[in-house]
Each structure stands twice: as structure tokens, then as C-alpha cells.
């Protein structure tokens, strides 16, 4: 059986001192939608222990999820690159969303430019088209970092760019995927979405 181990953002409450570990419920539902039949767990924060974590939760197939940008929270650009090498020493596929494909693409040597006004205009909190293998879809964007072909690894094909502006909009090799679009944020579920991730992990 596919259990899917989707890493937690670190939040903050108002009046509260301490941090917590959480997730967008729109995980819950897509994952419950599009993946029926797998188990999904979530992984917190645990640094260099989210290898031990993962391990006796028997995860087979990691999301490294989105939200806030690299730095903002140490500790969790620690956990996530924990995860992502005990990931790869184990051959276990990984999936990065937005922010997940920073981290990867960070992690590869790979540089993060800060997008410019009209970066930010077209891929914050908007959709836009990408040229998917050669194919038009539209996707949602809530990013104001670019990623741009010259840095990318090149171990990583280009599975996807921006139409307007180039930008790189998802990457893959055999063992990673990533993507700047959001799959769990679509208020329409998208079958391409589903059945990308489900090639890949099947490959």
C-alpha cells in the first residue's frame, strides 16, 4: 500500500509563544480525493530525527510541501532536507510543491531569484499558462520566487515552463518531482494533476 508522508509547515498563533506544526486542510481533501485507497501521514518538524520518523512510519513516497519561503523557518529548511536525504538514500520517490521544489532545487546547488513586479503581478495568488511536455495547461500560482533554466541541475529534465515568462514551472529524474503549482489548492479537482503524480510513482 502507498503511504504518503507530507511535511508540516511551522506556524504561529497570535498570543501564544509557542510554534506550531501544521497543515492546510486542502492536503486532507486532495489526498482523500485523488488517492482513495493510500494512507497519508504528516511529518513535523523533527530535524535530523524526521529520518527515524519517517522510517517507523514506513512512508514510501514523500511530499515535501509548500508555504513560506526557504529561511524563513530554519528548523523546517533542516527537517525537509533530513527528509529529502533519507528519501534518496532509500529510494523513496519525492514530490516537491512549491516551495518543496525551491528546497530540491536549493539543495542541487541550484539559485532562487527574487521575482520582479511583474513576476509577482502574473505568479502570486493567480493562474497562468505553462507549457506542460508540449502541452498548454493552467495551473495555479502562489509563488513571487523565480527558478530559471540556467541554474537547474543537470541531472533534472524541464517537465514544464511558464508560457508568459519561461520561468521553470516543474522538474523531474527518476527519483524526484517537483512542481510551483499547487495540485491540493485546485477548487476543481484536475485529473492531469492526479495522474502526473501517479506515473511518477508508479514509474
Partial sequence: MIRFGITMRITEANGYEEQRESIASDWCEYM??????????????????VKQYIQELDVNVLI???GDDL?????RDR???FALEYALEN???????????????????????EGNAEFVKDHRASKHEIDFKGESKIVNSYHTN?????????????????KADNSVEA????????MMW????????????KELIENFINT
Fill in 64 to 66: 515535501i510541501s509548500g
Fill in 79 to 81: 527537517s525537509e532536507i
Fill in 71 to 75: 529561511g524563513l523557518y530554519p528548523r
Fill in 182 to 193: 499547487h495540485p491540493e489548492r485546485d477548487l476543481v479537482f484536475v485529473d492531469w494533476n
Fill in 32 to 49: 482523500m480525493k485523488a488517492f482513495p485507497k493510500a494512507q497519508f501521514v504528516f511529518i513535523p518538524n523533527l530535524e535530523y530525527s
Fill in 146 to 162: 523565480e527558478i530559471v533554466e540556467e541554474s537547474i541541475s543537470a541531472q533534472f529534465e524541464i517537465i514544464a515552463r511558464c
Fill in 91 to 113: 529510494h523513496i520517490p519525492v514530490i516537491g510543491v512549491c516551495r518543496g521544489l525551491q528546497l530540491i532545487h536549493s539543495y542541487f546547488g541550484g539559485q532562487i531569484i
Fill in 171 to 178: 522538474i523531474q529524474n527518476e527519483s524526484i518531482l517537483a
